[in-house]
């Protein structure tokens, strides 16, 4: 019975682990928009670099298509002379270099307690207190056992603007904000702009938490 129970103590952390590591969330970020835009009505736009350091390049031009698909679903239509668009769009988005952050497994933290009815732990009326969150030196030979690990944790944003090209007024303004594992941007954008447009153009002065459905393996 003893050796059964030892392997059941190793056993269920790993377990745990197991299920933590298979658990697929979406993307989640927080979404901040005020507006005034005028319901669209065929209006032209164009999408232009609201940071200096994108402006021309061809990452960009392919977030800044992605950005005129979802503005042409809405209603609005890209202007064939960006010269005499209606609307001026623009678009800027960032990754920060991230910061770490330390996690704590295994016997002794982390977990919590095996309780219920067999009164706080595997030990009850045996009196050895078996369970998550504790140690015993004639099981672990006086080691201990926790797994320590670090990671490191991104913040990215997309902010977007529309101006009034006839008088530079400003009709929109959101900003999508996402902390993930991944600091690549081709994941990151595409996925922050379809958060940004979630519902767009919103109610403004709400902040709402939007949550995407996890991608699809292939």
Same mark, same amino acid.
Not at 177 to 191: D, I
């Given at each position: 019975m003893a050796r059964f129970n030892k392997i059941g103590l190793f056993a269920a952390p790993a377990l745990a682990l197991v299920a933590l590591s298979g658990c697929t969330t979406g993307f989640k970020a927080d979404v901040a928009r005020f507006q005034q835009l005028p319901a669209p009505a065929g209006q032209s736009y164009t999408v232009v670099a609201d940071d200096p350091k994108l402006a021309g390049g061809l990452e960009f031009a392919h977030y800044a298509d992605m950005v005129g698909q979802r503005l042409a679903q809405t209603g609005y239509v890209a202007a064939s002379d960006p010269a005499r668009a209606d609307l001026i769009v623009r678009v800027a988005y960032d990754v920060d270099n991230g910061r770490e952050k330390v996690r704590s497994t295994g016997f002794g933290g982390g977990y919590g307690g095996w309780g219920g009815p067999w009164g706080g732990g595997f030990g009850g009326r045996w009196g050895r207190p078996w369970g998550y969150g504790f140690y015993d030196p004639w099981l672990f030979g006086g080691a201990g056992y926790n797994d320590v690990s670090s990671y490191t944790v991104y913040t990215s944003d997309l902010s977007m603007k529309i101006d009034r090209a006839a008088d530079n007024r400003r009709l929109f303004e959101g900003k999508a904000?996402?902390?993930?594992?991944? #600091?690549?941007?081709?994941?990151?954008?595409? #996925?922050l702009i379809d958060v940004m447009f979630t519902n767009f153009p919103g109610q403004s002065g709400e902040s709402v938490k939007v949550t995407l459905p996890p991608e699809k393996k292939g």
């Open positions: 904000s996402a902390q993930s594992l991944s #600091n690549k941007l081709t994941y990151l954008v595409p #996925n």
